[in-house]
Nanobody, 115 residues
Framework: VQLVESGGGLVQAGGSLRLSCAASGSIFRLNAMGWYRQAPGKQRELVAAVTSGGSTNYADSVKGRFTISRDNAKNTVYLQMNSLKPEDTAVYYC??????????WGQGTQVTVSS
């Protein structure tokens, strides 16, 4: 399974961005899909995840500002990011679990929030 992200960029604080991640390849079943981020000098952290059934969870730092969603027909997951803050600046990675215990990562997309 290959993941291709899009939608990153530079935005001012308070602005919005929408990330997309499309899965392709030998897809039988995509399980949980999610977004992680890694800022310079920091560990990669979970931002948000959504199960195949639509259940979601979020990092405390983004609750109320970010919304994750998925389109199972398109094998695509989205991350709507509102009220962005400079501390949201990071490389955002898409991740999916599929089949029986396999997973895949996207190449990452840079999000930069200026103050």
């Amino acid at each position: 399974v290959q993941l291709v992200e899009s939608g990153g960029g530079l935005v001012q604080a308070g602005g919005s961005l929408r990330l997309s991640c499309a899965a392709s390849g030998s897809i039988f079943r995509l399980n949980a899909m999610g977004w992680y981020r890694q800022a310079p000098g920091k560990q990669r952290e979970l931002v948000a995840a959504v199960t195949s059934g639509g259940s979601t969870n979020y990092a405390d730092s983004v609750k109320g500002r970010f919304t994750i969603s998925r389109d199972n027909a398109k094998n695509t997951v989205y991350l709507q990011m509102n009220s962005l803050k400079p501390e949201d600046t990071a490389v955002y990675y898409c991740h999916t679990e599929y089949g029986s215990g396999s997973d895949s990562w996207g190449q990452g997309t840079q999000v930069t929030v200026s103050s």
